[in-house]
């Protein structure tokens, strides 16, 4: 029995979830032996190669969308890989997808400063609220006495988290006039192009590739296969199956699943001071929206 296409569109976003939740231990685990613009540079242009077959014949662009493209795939593939990448070789990765979590407070904050709508007192006080359990967990290490580098890296994935943020705002007029999986097959391409010269760089100066094991192999194969191809696929795939507001119920699984996977393989621990800023951040959904977004697995059953 086949699925409905809204449950067809659930079931690829709670996949393409996992996925990403999935990236930031694994990411970790490989930068121990690959450098972080080679491995980004390969994840983003052989991702692009390998979904060029599924998007070739609606790649048409007008020509004053390109500065927004551009824009785009800087933000949301330069600045927030960039920043990831390099915040994961200072600070735990299972702080990375709580940090991103928080990318709706400043959604509102850009609403507020930048677009100018109206400030409402109760998603003001929501949004207070998470940021605060967001500088709880940005400023963690100095609590724990970690050191300056785990602070560093909570920094480096905050900026991440603003990456993104950049591309949610600067994507919100283009996908009104072109296919989900034709802007990220572009936004891959040029984001590819902008990690070149710092890849030639590390290529000269390391020779990263030579010296390749489990570590560097894996993280290239999950991060072109899964986290960019399938991920990136199967997010377009079931936004277009989806209302806009129902997708991002699906990003809560991020942190779960890092945690499952972060524990065992990277040895990495859940302090009472990380529970506490997750606590907030989510408290502060809860109090702006009236409810704790919820993951409607059941309904794949029905």
Known sequence: MFLKKHN?????????????????????????NITPFTLAYWRFAVASLLLFPFCWKHLNFNKKDLPKLILLSLSGIFFNITFFFF???????????????????????????????????????GTLVSFLGVLVIVIQPLLNRLGDLSLLGNILFLLATIGAVGQVIISKNLLNKYKPVSISFWAFVIGSISFLPFYLYEVIKYD???????????GLVFGILLSSLAAYYLYAWGMEKMKAQ?????????????????????????????????????????IAEGRIHYHPFHKLSK
């Open 8 to 32: 067809q569109g659930i079931l690829a976003l709670i996949v393409a979830n996992i996925i990403w939740g999935a990236a930031s231990p694994i990411f970790k685990w490989s930068l121990e």
């Open 87 to 125: 915040g994961l070789q200072f600070a735990p990765s299972i702080n990375a997808p709580v940090i991103a979590s928080s990318a709706p407070i400043f959604i509102y904050l850009f609403s507020i400063f930048i677009l100018h709508e109206k400030a409402k007192s109760k998603v003001l006080l």
């Open 208 to 218: 990263t590739l030579q010296h390749l094991n489990i570590n560097g192999i894996s």
């Open 246 to 286: 129902e997708v991002g119920l699906f990003t809560y699984i991020d942190p779960i699943i890092a945690g499952v996977i972060a524990i065992p393989l990277l040895g990495e621990e859940i302090t009472l001071i990380f529970l506490l800023g997750a606590i907030l951040i989510f408290a502060g959904i809860f």
